[in-house]
């Protein structure tokens, strides 16, 4: 039963990665429409591995920055209700935890295109606090530089 899970649980973090391959291709419709299929088969109380790597990607095919916000927000939340047991018995532990710079960086990107600016600060907060889970590649330092210059633009340099 357990095995059949965890390849059910792969399947559907295979699912998620072809979306995101279609966004990152250019395809965001169809990234949306696929992000959604599986939104509805996984569901609000589905596994938040799944819930925050789908909501996170999912932010990025809205058009509406409210839509985009309230994606992020559900990956945040499926984020923190990760529970270690959980995160050790998957490869994408590690991911999650440089996951939260990203999750909040996102977040305070959000507030700004609403014109929220304590609501971005306190993000921007956030996610320059958990860098320390952040390595040293092409990735996690590119997080860094755009948390520095939302940073910048929020102090009007």
């Known amino acids: 039963m357990m095995e059949q899970q965890?390849?059910?649980g792969d399947?559907?973090?295979?699912?998620?990665?072809?979306?995101?391959?279609?966004?990152?291709?250019?395809?965001?419709?169809?990234?949306?429409?696929?992000?959604?299929?599986?939104?509805?088969?996984?569901?609000e109380a589905g596994d938040?591995?799944?819930?925050?790597?789908?909501?996170?990607?999912?932010?990025?095919?809205?058009?509406?920055?409210?839509d985009e916000l309230a994606w992020d927000l559900r990956a945040l939340s499926a984020a923190e209700g990760l529970s270690d047991e959980r995160l050790a018995?998957?490869?994408?532990?590690?991911?999650?935890?440089?996951?939260?710079?990203?999750?909040?960086?996102?977040?305070?990107?959000d507030y700004v295109k609403l014109q929220r600016p304590e609501a971005a600060r306190v993000h921007l907060d956030r996610a320059r606090a958990a860098t320390d889970a952040?390595?040293?590649?092409?990735?996690?330092n590119g997080v860094r530089a755009a948390i520095d210059r939302l940073e910048r633009g929020l102090r009007g340099e």
């Open 134 to 140: 952040l390595g040293d590649d092409g990735y996690e």
């Open 11 to 43: 399947a559907v973090m295979t699912r998620i990665g072809q979306a995101i391959m279609l966004l990152h291709g250019g395809d965001r419709e169809e990234a949306r429409n696929r992000f959604g299929a599986l939104w509805s088969e996984i569901g």
């Open 6 to 8: 965890e390849a059910s």
């Open 89 to 109: 018995q998957r490869q994408e532990a590690l991911a999650v935890r440089a996951f939260f710079p990203s999750l909040h960086l996102n977040l305070a990107a």
């Open 48 to 66: 938040p591995l799944h819930r925050c790597t789908l909501a996170h990607y999912m932010a990025d095919t809205q058009d509406d920055p409210g």
